[in-house]
Structures are given as C-alpha cells and as structure tokens.
C-alpha cells in the first residue's frame, strides 16, 4: 500500500461529498483544526472562504478537497489527521481506510473465514457435546457388569433427549431390568 495521502484523499473524494455524517459543524471543525494549528497549508482568507454558510456544505467540501490535492501530500495528511480527530467514524469508514485494514489483516476476508470456520458455537459446545458422548459410553461399558443401577441412570439420562433417543433409552433400560 504505496499510496500517497493525495493519491488517497483523490481516491475518497467521492465518498466524503456523498457523506452524510459530515454536517456543516463537522465541516467547520476540520477547516478551523487544519487553519489554526497549521495555517502554511489553510490561510485565514481560505479558511474564511471555506466556511461560507451560504454555499453548500458538499460544495464547500469538494472546494476543500480539491484545494487540499493542489497543497500537497502533507495538506492532504493534515486533513486526514483532522478528520481523524474530529470525525473518527467517517474516518473508519473511507475506503482506502477499508482497504488498508483488508490488507493488514489477511484473516479477514470472508471466503478464507467461511473455509475455516465449520459452525459458530465455539469450543465450548464441543466439550460439551464431546463429554455428553463420553459419559454415555462409560455408562454403556460400566453398566452391565460392576455398577448396579447403571441402567437406571441412563434411563434418567433419557428424560431431557428428543422423543426417539428417550424411548431408546428407555427400552434399554428395561431390557436389562428384565434380566
């Protein structure tokens, strides 16, 4: 990810005069940050000429816009940095922001996600599925032979299963009571 700040703000143009979340105060504050703290880059007349409340709040954005690319890369970092500062959601939500995260975090795409990942129930699930079916087969294995009532337990394990593993159980269980 080369880009340059310009090349990026050219790139978000677009996306920030469509925004909706920069509202005119927004706006101001963005204009105010990058005149007073470094005003090489927004003089007071620019600045001034910026925050016309008779144009547009877009218009007067895009202007912005397209004076910042004709700055400079550091103008079009300042006005990142403010934007950053001021605006933190909109900031998140550029594309080249969107693109750079993609890139930071390779994990994060969808299809190598959807390959990895079997279900959503986590690791706790399986434990307890996993230790569910271990206690059934030390009940199977022990029931017969050295616990007395083993039978008995696993009919009581059948009161909380679905309809045709409880009547299983159950007639298991009263097989080996008949015995």
């Known amino acids: ?33 990058l005149n007073r703290i470094y005003p090489q880059i927004l003089t007071d007349k620019e600045a001034t000429k910026f925050r016309k409340l008779d144009v547009p709040t877009g218009v007067r954005l895009g202007e912005l816009l ?34 750079l995260r993609d890139y930071s975090n ?25 230790s569910v079916a271990v206690g059934m087969a030390f009940l199977y294995y022990y029931s017969e032979s050295k616990l007395s009532g083993g039978s008995r337990a696993l009919g009581m394990a059948a009161l909380g299963l679905k309809r045709k593993a409880q009547e299983v159980l159950i007639w298991y269980t009263e097989e080996s009571l008949m015995k």
């Open 1 to 33: 990810m080369g880009d340059s700040f310009r090349e990026q703000l050219i790139e978000d143009s677009a996306f920030l005069r469509a925004e909706r979340r920069l509202d005119t105060d927004l706006v101001d504050k963005v204009i105010l940050q």
């Open 106 to 130: 390779p994990l994060n795409y969808p299809h190598v996600q959807q390959r990895y990942i079997l279900n959503d129930r986590g690791p706790l699930f399986f434990l307890g599925c996993f």
């Open 66 to 99: 397209t004076h910042l690319q004709g700055k400079g890369e550091e103008a079009c970092r300042e006005f990142y940095r403010a934007l950053h500062l001021h605006v933190e959601e909109v900031y998140y939500s550029l594309p080249t922001r969107l693109r």
